[in-house]
């Protein structure tokens, strides 16, 4: 087989940069090592920038988010008892939309299958080759047999743990990295939101998020020790411990129900440089993980999908490799932004074991200038809705 862009993983990365290369005339084939059953199937973030949304309309499969996304026009921040309402919208004239990662891939995958695109489920063993030539080449095993792929680029879309950033020479690449010292416990429950925007709760038992994925699908997280197992946290137990964490007018109004899914997820800050080896390039997780607090994960993804197909294209339309000489260091001036942004969100909300008293003090401080100052309402208000492409 041959194709011009040979895109491994398809998650939201993958998928998006698949279509946006098929917008523009890139023949692309995509390798995921999962089921297809198996990629929708995790529960993943829900917000999107309105940057995000509009690369969902430039490739045609924004419909069915503007018809049931949430559009959001500021946030909460609770502290000391009370919220505090962030007015996105009227800081930076922008909006931020909840609607569910899973959403978005079956989306993308339903127009990748309506466009009779290949896309290679349950392919094992994904190795990238020869790409610090100009011949790269990838080989997969599909059914027990061995098969190659041999294309102009390589485009790694498969997360974190993914073969991509790991076939590449240790020398070659240096990774920067924060693991928090706690996770998240979170459940999704089919009950009404407690609120119609998300509550972000700074509380000294530890953080809390109250969030929805729809009008009737709730999605609330709580601050918990890296020890802990889900087995520990039964319904009641959750649901107790959110409303010790939000304002007394939100537990009172909380709605509780059965949970439909419950997890812990680790936080961590992670960056991988450059983004591009030869004729291989990072995007999304493989290169780089950010904590949730900031809701840039997807929309990272998304960035990175933009700036790689449009230097792919400006390559083939133009006979120019400006774009892809330049991919790594524009897309990493976005994802330092995005990593600062989301690091500063965690550190001012949760409870770090290691700052004591004063640590707290500093952080209701901080919260306190927030809610007050017009400039600092803005700065967070421009960040949380995205900063340009």
């Not at 309402?85 to 127009?111: H, P, W």
């Not at 743990?161 to 996770?183: D, N, Q």
């Not at 087995?231 to 909380?254: G, H, S, T």
Request: hydrophobic residues 40%; aromatic residues 8%; glycine residues 8%.
């Amino acid at each position: 087989m041959r194709t011009k862009v040979a895109i491994i993983g398809a998650g939201p990365a993958g998928l998006l940069l698949g279509q946006l290369l098929k917008t523009y005339g890139v023949d692309n084939i995509i390798l995921e090592r999962q089921t297809a059953d198996y990629v929708l199937g995790r529960i993943r973030a829900g917000l999107l920038e309105e940057g995000t949304v509009k690369l969902l309309d430039e490739v045609g499969v924004g419909s069915r988010a503007h018809q049931e996304g949430l559009v959001h026009d500021g946030i909460e921040l609770a502290f000391g008892g009370a919220r505090h309402r962030i007015d996105m919208k009227a800081s930076t004239g922008k909006t931020v939309m909840i609607y569910g990662q899973t959403e978005v891939t079956l989306d993308l995958m339903n127009a990748r299958q309506a466009a009779g695109l290949t896309t290679v489920y349950q392919a094992a063993d994904v190795t990238p080759l020869d790409f610090d030539t100009d011949h790269p080449r990838l080989t997969y095993k599909k059914d027990g047999v061995t098969h190659e792929i041999q294309c102009d680029f390589i485009a790694g879309c498969d997360g974190f743990h993914g073969i991509s950033r790991a076939s590449v020479k240790r020398s070659a690449i240096e990774t920067f990295e924060r693991v928090y010292p706690f996770g998240w416990l979170g459940i999704l429950s089919e009950t009404p939101p407690v609120s119609h925007e998300l509550i972000y709760s700074n509380h000294a038992r530890g953080f809390a998020l109250c969030t929805m994925r729809s009008t009737h699908r709730s999605r609330y997280y709580v601050q918990c020790s890296l020890d802990d197992h889900v087995d520990q946290w039964p319904d009641d137990r959750f649901w107790d411990e959110l409303k010790r964490r939000i304002d007394q007018k939100a537990a009172d109004e909380l709605i509780t129900g059965p949970s439909i899914e419950k997890s812990i997820a680790p936080l961590r800050s992670f960056v991988a440089e450059p983004m591009r080896f030869g004729r291989i390039f990072l995007a999304g997780d493989a290169a780089h993980i950010v904590p949730p607090t900031g809701a840039k994960g997807l929309n990272l993804a998304a960035s990175d999908a933009h700036y790689l197909a449009t230097a792919l294209r400006e390559y083939y339309d133009e006979n120019s490799s400006a774009g892809i000489d330049n991919y790594s260091a524009t897309a990493l001036a976005r994802v330092w932004k995005a990593v600062r942004f989301s690091w500063w969100m965690t550190s001012m909300l949760h409870k770090f074991p290691d700052t004591g008293t004063i640590g707290a003090r500093i952080q209701l401080a901080e919260l306190d200038y927030v809610c007050s100052s017009r400039a600092a309402m803005t700065s967070l208000a421009e960040n949380y809705v995205g900063l340009p492409f």
